[in-house]
């Protein structure tokens, strides 16, 4: 299956003539009637995100369109943040000529892109009767955004990989606040408040999901010998307090502060953490009496600890390492939260650049989410000061056919 993807972006003040710059440019690279239209405003935009996404569909009549509004918006090595700026992305999706036939797998959507609303009050009790059926058994990728005041999307994404184990998903919670009823979710035309919506990309459209979690391994991965839910007593057999003191009594003096700030903690799936991905998460404190740490989440007996640091410095490691493994891409979607901001990297434009430093033939398409949706081989994880890419590896002649 051929898929051409362009992106675009306006900082044009007037409404009316930003969409006109984008769906020009839109039209210009791919044609009319693309299978699918991801769009991004800025808060100064944001009350005019209907009457923009009624002149997109007139001028480009996309086959799904999605929008949300973000208080930055990422393009190829430049980052807009708060000024007025539009951002549009288009996939036009059609059969490639030399495709082999493929038959598609139960579940999947058509060749193409298809739409997907989660109100996100799923039934827990009874999930053969959720929303969830319309994922079940689906193949390809899940582009998916929610209201960043959803309590329960982790559960959702877990479902989703129960319901979807074989679906790539990539996406985040995106909006002015964390605040209930004041997210702008729109698909195809309809506004959503609350819940989440997704474009459900084809099975043959080839994808690749990254997240980069912005943190450095700090010592050795320990078991945890003695833990009740979110409170750690013992690692290796040794009072969990002691083994972390010791391991910031290893950073400059100078740089505790910073260290104790930027510690963060991840638990393996498996014992080998060098061949698994870790979920990292923080460190809320510590108890001298019991000699224990606190942590943000639950952390089972025996499981395989790691310590890490993330700051500036680790973030821009980290990711740069994972564009590093990536093959050249014609696009990239990129999700990126929302601290990892101009103050938090000290530079302009900072990720933008270093992924079109990465991939510079790419058409770049992101935004700053509350919390970044992505997969891996332990699921799909929510995470916070994280970056997830989704990228579209560049047509293999012959493989994909010609557009």
């Not at 919670?173 to 459900?200: C, K, V, W, Y």
């Not at 969990?240 to 510690?263: F, N, W």
Request: charged share 15%.
């Amino acid at each position: 299956m051929a898929v051409r993807i362009a992106s675009t972006l306006s900082e044009h003040p007037l409404a009316t003539h930003a969409v006109g710059e984008c769906a020009g440019a839109l039209l210009e690279a791919g044609g009319h009637a693309p299978d699918l239209v991801l769009l991004s405003v800025t808060p100064p935009l944001a009350g005019a995100l209907e009457d923009i996404l009624g002149a997109t569909r007139a001028l480009l009549a996309p086959g799904v369109e999605v929008a949300v509004t973000t208080d930055r918006i990422l393009t190829a090595g430049r980052e807009v943040t708060m000024t007025t700026a539009l951002s549009m992305c288009a996939m036009w999706i059609t059969d490639g000529l030399t495709l082999p036939t493929v038959q598609t797998p139960a579940g999947a959507p058509e060749p193409g892109a298809k739409a997907i609303r989660l109100s996100g009050c799923i039934d827990w009790e009874k999930p053969d009767d959720s929303e969830l059926e319309q994922l079940r058994a689906a193949t390809g990728t899940l582009i998916l955004f929610g209201d960043p005041s959803l309590r329960s999307a982790a559960q959702i994404l877990k479902s989703i990989s129960e319901v979807a184990p074989s679906l790539r998903v990539m996406g985040g919670t995106t909006g002015s606040s964390r605040r209930p009823g004041t997210a702008r979710l729109f698909l195809d035309g309809q506004m959503h408040t609350d819940g989440l919506i997704a474009a459900l990309v084809s099975p043959l459209v080839p994808t690749h999901a990254t997240l980069s979690q912005g943190c450095t391994a700090f010592g050795a991965p320990m078991l945890a010998t003695r833990a009740e839910r979110n409170v750690i007593y013992e690692l290796d057999g040794r009072s969990a307090l002691e083994v972390v003191q010791e391991l910031l009594a290893t950073v400059a003096l100078d740089s505790r502060p910073a260290a104790r700030d930027a510690l963060r903690i991840g638990v393996a799936q498996t014992n080998e953490p060098d061949h698994d991905p870790i979920h990292y998460f923080g460190v809320l404190g510590a108890d001298k009496a019991a000699k224990s740490i606190m942590v943000e989440e639950e952390v089972g007996l025996g499981a395989t600890v790691q310590f890490a640091l993330r700051d500036a410095r680790s973030a821009t490691e980290d990711l740069v390492a994972v564009l590093s493994t990536l093959p050249q891409a014609q696009a990239c979607l990129a999700f990126t939260s929302s601290s990892r901001n101009l103050a938090y990297f000290g530079a302009p434009h900072h990720e933008a650049s270093l992924i079109s430093e990465a991939l510079p033939a790419a058409a770049v398409w992101g935004l700053s989410c509350f919390d970044v949706f992505g997969s891996n081989t332990a699921g799909v994880q929510v995470l916070q000061h994280a970056a997830g890419l989704l990228t579209f590896p560049v047509p293999v002649r012959g493989d994909f056919g010609a557009i």
